[in-house]
């Protein structure tokens, strides 16, 4: 059975920085794309920033320059750098991964983390 288990979030003044850690875990796999994704309360779940296995990123506008992300496919674990931090940025951060049976290439499924909150205060 596969897990996306997230850490590294908590409360934080503006202008801060948080790091947030994401690590696929269970039978043995090989990952694709790993997203991370937020939700603020009333508001739709919305992408931040995605990383393919080869290293390419993607990442939301309004957190460009402020939001990294990155991964080690050695540990199956995806991350993402958070710096000037803002109110605006407060919300539940999920991780999300497509995950493949690695000696089979059998598409084992979409996952998502059980999500991290992130508060950030003015």
């Known amino acids: 059975q596969v897990q996306l288990v997230e850490s590294g979030g908590g409360l934080v003044r503006a202008g801060g920085s948080l790091r947030l850690s994401c690590t696929a875990s269970g039978r043995i796999f090989s990952i694709n794309a790993m997203e991370w994704y937020r939700q603020a309360p009333g508001k739709q779940r919305e992408l931040v920033a995605g990383?393919?296995?080869?290293?390419?990123?993607n990442t939301q506008d309004s957190v460009k320059g402020r939001f990294t992300i990155s991964r080690d496919n050695a540990k199956n674990t995806v991350y993402l750098q958070m710096n000037s931090l803002k109110p605006e940025d407060t919300a539940v951060y999920y991780c999300?991964?497509?995950?493949?049976?690695?000696?089979?290439?059998?598409?084992?499924?979409?996952?998502w983390g059980q999500g991290t909150q992130v508060t950030v205060s003015s």
């Open positions: 990383i393919t296995s080869g290293g390419s990123t």
């Open positions: 999300n991964a497509d995950i493949y049976d690695s000696a089979s290439g059998r598409y084992l499924g979409n996952y």
